[in-house]
């Protein structure tokens, strides 16, 4: 799923969901990514993905700030709370430019510097998987995990310049 919204002055964010939504929680990036999609927030550009790809470079590089949300397996003590997702600050890894079958968000951003000279700031926010066992739909801590990431991804949509983004109006008038 994609939804461009970008003001024609205002900055872009994308967002970049990824993961196997038959994995139970390892889909929690596409439902954040839909859950953003849902909200209609004017300058975001929202992707649901399977997995990282080399073509995704273009509309990363297109953007100003790319944010990556996908699940995350830590061991007890690696990580933050089950329902708390971690947002971390990622840089370019000009030693793999993401040309494998699957790519890395630092990888990708080394390739969208390559091709356009232009690296966009980018987050990550990892969401503490519980179950990733075969089905659909979230266990509850990675769902509460998946609310709070959303929240984030607003929270980081208001800090852009100026307060470049807003929910659109669902007034008809």
């Known amino acids: 799923m994609t939804v461009t919204a970008r003001g024609p002055a205002g900055p872009s964010l994308l967002v970049i969901g990824y993961g196997n939504d038959l994995r139970r929680d390892d889909g929690a990036g596409r439902v954040v990514a839909d859950r953003v999609e849902a909200l209609g927030l004017d ?8 997995q990282l790809v080399p073509e995704l470079a273009t509309d990363i590089a297109a953007a100003d700030h790319v ?8 061991g007890p003590g690696d990580g933050p709370a089950v329902d708390e997702p971690e947002i971390v600050e ?26 356009s000279q232009r ?3 980018s987050t990550v926010i990892s969401i503490p998987a519980d179950d990733l066992g075969i089905g659909a739909g979230l ?21 852009q310049v100026g307060g470049g983004y807003a929910a659109r109006s669902s007034s008809t008038t």
């Open 67 to 74: 944010v990556f949300v996908d699940a995350s397996v830590a």
């Open 119 to 121: 690296r966009p700031r």
């Open 43 to 50: 300058g975001v550009t929202v992707r649901s993905v399977v």
């Open 90 to 115: 990622v840089v370019a890894a000009p030693d793999h430019l993401g040309l494998a079958h699957h790519a890395t968000p630092a990888g990708l951003l080394a390739l969208a510097g390559a091709v």
């Open 139 to 159: 266990s509850p801590p990675t769902d509460r995990a998946a609310t709070r990431a959303v929240e984030l991804v607003v929270a980081l949509a208001g800090t």
